[in-house]
């Protein structure tokens, strides 16, 4: 089974550009995750997608980024315009939905994409 | 809201010491609680995960967490460090149930540093 993919794995970027990162979860995974792991720092929650829905965008800083699932596989994550303290590992995740609806607790990562906005 | 806290950015032991990682959480009900292990330019890998039933859970690469209520509290442990086990490793609650989405919380992380 293939795990979750991510593209690119580095990015080096001026702050003000802007910058795309592309997920594709496992298959017949419903349940997509962004997450944001700063250097020292546990991974932190961006937007979790249920199918193509948004599910949770709380702590998704909306004046800059941007994240969308349109046909309930893939997503992209973007960032318009880039600061210096969004230097980070952009990591994707997915689970998959139980029967009944529960949410299986594991989480499946992808490496990352790691970026540096200089 | 839920939290954990992780004793300890690092931690330093010898190869076939035990490993002691340290984990305690905060939330209003027993909630559900992880061990990720990360290595480097690597995502994040489950090791173990606690839900209900059984305290003393066991993962993969010999690795054993025990649920502490009383303690609020998920160690995880090994009882002999391998040079392949130096990684950083995330302590993770969430919410229980079968409901709703269940948000992650991760913990700040423990490097794990084994010595020859």
């Known amino acids: 089974e293939a795990g979750v993919a991510q593209s690119p794995r580095y990015k080096i970027i001026e702050k003000r550009q802007s910058v795309a990162f592309w997920c594709n979860p496992i298959?017949?995974?419903?349940?997509l995750y962004w997450y944001q792991q700063i250097l020292g720092q546990g991974p932190k929650l961006l937007i979790q997608?249920?199918?193509?829905?948004?599910?949770?965008d709380s702590q998704l800083p909306k004046d800059r980024f941007s994240a969308e699932r349109l046909k309930g596989v893939d997503s992209t994550l973007k960032i318009q315009p880039a600061k210096l303290e969004d230097s980070a590992v952009y990591l994707c995740a997915s689970s998959q939905e139980l029967a009944g609806g529960r949410k299986q607790e594991t989480q499946y990562f992808g490496p990352g994409t790691r970026l540096l906005v200089l | 809201a839920q939290s954990v806290t992780q004793l300890g950015s690092h931690v330093s032991v010898s190869e076939g010491a035990l490993v002691l990682l340290r984990c305690n959480y905060s939330?209003?009900?027993?909630?559900?609680l992880f061990w990720y292990v990360q290595y480097p330019n690597q995502g994040l890998q489950l090791l173990l995960k606690?839900?209900?039933?059984?305290?003393l859970v066991k993962g993969i690469n010999g690795f054993e967490a025990e649920f502490k209520k009383s303690e609020t509290s998920f160690h995880l442990t090994k009882p002999s460090a391998h040079m392949s086990d130096a990684a950083e490793y995330f302590c993770a609650v969430s919410p229980p149930g079968s409901g709703g989405y269940q948000k992650v919380t991760f913990g700040t992380g423990t490097k794990l540093q084994v010595i020859p």
């Open positions: 298959s017949g995974h419903a349940t």
């Open positions: 997608f249920q199918n193509n829905g948004v599910v949770d």
């Open positions: 606690y839900t209900t039933g059984a305290t």
């Open positions: 939330s209003s009900v027993p909630p559900y």
